[in-house]
């Protein structure tokens, strides 16, 4: 028997494998970065990203979901940042996790519309927010490392 919140399940699910994604991408370019001070800034945004994968396999489960453990493609995504943060450094590999994050608030505003409404308060209200905090907070650690250089 199909599950009426099928739709909803699949959609909720691409979000928990962008997060998961996004949880690898950080945790691999922490690995290859040198500077302690970064490294702690960016495992807080890890750990963002981390609540934000909580979150989502509860909702994917409440759904009566199946909710997913792994990046699948998005992966894909944190093998890249992995191998751009050992071969072209710091900055390169902070730029792509701004693209990431840039990605990621532009995946969940353009399918927030295809959600029922009480899973659109749940993305509105405690998933796109830390999405744009973390956003932010990459963007002033990379305008601050610029001013610095």
Excluded at 34 to 60: F, K, N
Excluded at 127 to 147: K, S, Y
């Amino acid at each position: 028997m199909k599950n009426p919140n099928e739709s909803e399940i699949e959609q909720l699910n691409s979000f928990l494998r962008g997060e998961l994604s996004a949880v690898e991408t950080y945790t691999q370019c922490i690995k290859k970065l040198e500077d302690v001070d970064l490294c702690v800034r960016l495992g807080q945004l890890r750990a963002s990203h981390a609540a934000r994968v909580d979150l989502l396999t509860a909702r994917v489960a409440r759904s009566g979901g199946a909710p997913d453990s792994t990046s699948g493609a998005w992966g894909a995504f944190a093998k890249f940042a992995e191998g751009g943060a050992g071969i072209f450094g710091s900055s390169a590999a902070i730029s792509m996790l701004k693209e990431g994050e840039d990605h990621g608030k532009s995946v969940y505003l353009a399918n927030l519309g295809d959600l029922n409404a009480s899973n659109q308060r749940f993305i509105n209200g405690e998933i796109l927010p830390e999405q744009l905090r973390t956003r932010d907070m990459l963007a002033a650690i990379i305008e601050v490392r610029d001013l610095q250089n």
